[in-house]
């Protein structure tokens, strides 16, 4: 007896399914599966545990759109962090964790979780930025309240990053701790060293008064207290003259 055309179809998918999984492999960065059945808790913690790409994403935009030399360097850091995590993973060559064939994610080494080390770093990073920012605050102004909350959130979201690797079979807790306590170490080494010094020197030799300064709109307002009232005042002063003309 002929089987029916939603048979042939189902077993022509399976076997196109069973090809593609075969020739091609799921991207680390991005590529992620919840466990079944799909609850609301994963289905979060899916969205969560790829908030550091989004982070990235996020900071990219804001330097094309502000062309801060300041986030440019932290850009770079976590470009130099995820160059350690991925040098780490192949030295130690230590295997994820058996949960990992149940989210089709065996083909790599775990030890340290990269997503854990990249939120934790910018975490450690923003946090650093944030009290340098305090002691430049000359103008009484306060900090910005918003720029306040979400630092202090910084960190809960590098531990929920942390937990969500876990949770969804990607990582041991080893390789989550070991990853975060690297994150947070470089981070603060490349603040102090990098980003602080390198910012100085730019100062120092009067970078943003070269023309290629000028041209690209390079800036730096690391060292204002509240970029968001300076600029808020900044530009009322414009509006202000402007209806008077």
């Known amino acids: 007896m002929p089987s029916s055309p939603a048979i042939a179809i189902d077993g022509s998918n399976k076997s196109l399914n069973n090809l593609l999984l075969s020739t091609t492999k799921p991207f680390s960065l991005t590529y992620v599966r919840t466990p079944l059945p799909g609850n609301v808790l994963s289905k979060a913690l899916a969205i969560i545990t790829l908030a550091p790409i989004s982070c990235v994403v996020c900071l990219t935009s804001s330097y094309l759109t502000r062309r801060e030399t300041f986030t440019l360097l932290l850009l770079f850091g976590i470009l130099c962090n995820e160059i350690l995590a991925q040098v780490l993973k192949r030295a130690v060559k230590e295997p994820r964790p058996d949960s990992c064939y149940a989210v089709d994610f065996c083909d790599s080494y775990g030890m340290p979780s990269s997503h854990t080390q990249l939120a934790l770093f910018v975490a450690c990073f923003w946090n650093l930025q944030r009290a340098r920012r305090r002691r430049f605050d000359n103008g009484g102004r306060g900090g910005d309240f918003v720029e306040e909350v979400l630092t202090s959130l910084a960190w809960l979201g590098g531990v929920l990053v942390g937990y969500s690797r876990v949770y969804l079979g990607?990582?041991?807790?080893?390789?989550?701790?070991?990853?975060?306590?690297?994150?947070?170490?470089?981070?603060?080494?490349?603040?102090?060293?990098v980003a602080v010094r390198v910012a100085s020197w730019l100062f120092r030799v009067g970078f943003y008064e070269w023309e290629v300064?000028?041209?690209?709109?390079?800036?730096?307002?690391?060292?204002?207290?509240?970029?968001?009232?300076?600029e808020r005042e900044a530009l009322m002063r414009v509006v202000t003259l402007e209806k008077h003309l």
Do not use: K, M, P
């Not at 300064?213 to 300076?230: F, H």
């Open 170 to 193: 990607y990582h041991s807790v080893r390789q989550v701790i070991v990853g975060g306590v690297l994150g947070v170490v470089f981070g603060a080494v490349w603040f102090e060293l």
């Open 213 to 230: 300064a000028r041209v690209l709109g390079l800036r730096d307002s690391s060292t204002v207290g509240n970029v968001v009232a300076v």
